[in-house]
């Protein structure tokens, strides 16, 4: 299960840097793949959390790093650490290891906590740069 997951998480991003032209305004790129507009943006003009995320994934598949990452800064995160987590996996799987002693051992918690924290901060990131206009 651990394997398919990162296969399939590997496999989002290279669709993303393949099929998927990333939208000038910075978010809504998901709704290529026939995803309704972000609602919260819509109804508010304020961007949800995940607003641009998709758009950033999208620009750092392209190779426009910069763009990502002042697009939304967690969008870049996620483009450059699924990919190396992915690989990883594969490479632990391939030597034999358990992956799930694997990701016991990674205590998880403490990921999800610098995660959520990056997450928190490129929302405001992307708040102030939408506002800014």
């Known amino acids: 299960m651990i394997l398919g997951g990162a296969l399939l998480a590997l496999i989002a991003v290279i669709v993303l840097g393949t099929w998927v032209e990333p939208d000038p305004r910075g978010h809504g790129t998901h ?36 763009a990502s990452f002042w697009n939304q800064p967690f969008g870049l995160v996620l483009a450059l650490f699924v990919p190396i987590a992915a690989i ?16 016991r051992a990674l205590r998880l918690k403490w990921w999800a906590i610098g995660f959520g924290a990056i997450a928190l901060g490129a929302w405001a990131w992307k708040t102030a740069v939408l506002l800014r206009g």
Request: contains cysteine; aromatic residues 10%; proline residues 8%.
């Open 31 to 66: 709704e290529q793949f026939g995803m309704p507009p972000c609602r919260m943006l819509q109804w508010t003009g304020f961007p949800c959390p995940g607003c641009g995320v998709t758009t950033s994934v999208a620009l750092a598949a392209h190779g426009q790093f910069a």
């Open 88 to 103: 990883s996996v594969v490479f632990q799987h391939a030597r034999g290891r358990d992956l799930g002693a694997v990701v």
